[in-house]
């Protein structure tokens, strides 16, 4: 089981930056595969970022490169993530997941566990 809390979100203007964490808690939380999903109002959550089990390898959604940047730091059992130049399509609740699976996934559904979320609005 993992525990997973995040933190960072807030209300920020169109071109900025926040930072988000995401603590997580439980066994072996380095091989689990760490990553942050948002979800805007009406929409389905939308895959960000993911940074492997194990090795640490990271993967940005394609269109969010550029702007997001994904870190971990497995002493601390957190993850990060940068949103550099954020606009109002930025606008979400941002959720921590992590998944136990062999194998990474983009999807939704193969992460077992979720953090709260937390709110991100950008004002325009």
């Known amino acids: 089981q993992v525990q997973l809390v995040e933190s960072g979100g807030g209300l920020v203007q169109a071109g900025g930056t926040l930072r988000l964490s995401c603590a997580a808690s439980g066994r072996s939380v380095y091989s689990y595969h760490l990553g942050w999903f948002r979800q805007a109002p009406g929409k389905e959550r939308e895959f960000v970022a993911v940074?492997?089990?194990?090795?640490?390898?990271?993967y940005i959604a394609d269109s969010l490169k550029g702007r997001f940047t994904i870190s971990r730091d497995n002493a601390k059992n957190t993850i990060d993530l940068q949103m550099d130049n954020l606009g109002s399509e930025d606008t979400a609740v941002y959720y921590c997941?992590?998944?136990?699976?062999?194998?990474?996934?983009?999807?939704?559904?193969?992460?077992?566990?979720w953090g709260q979320g937390t709110q991100v609005t950008v004002s325009s």
């Open positions: 940074t492997k089990g194990n090795n640490g390898n990271t």
């Open positions: 997941a992590a998944s136990g699976a062999r194998r990474w996934s983009i999807v939704a559904v193969n992460y077992e566990h």
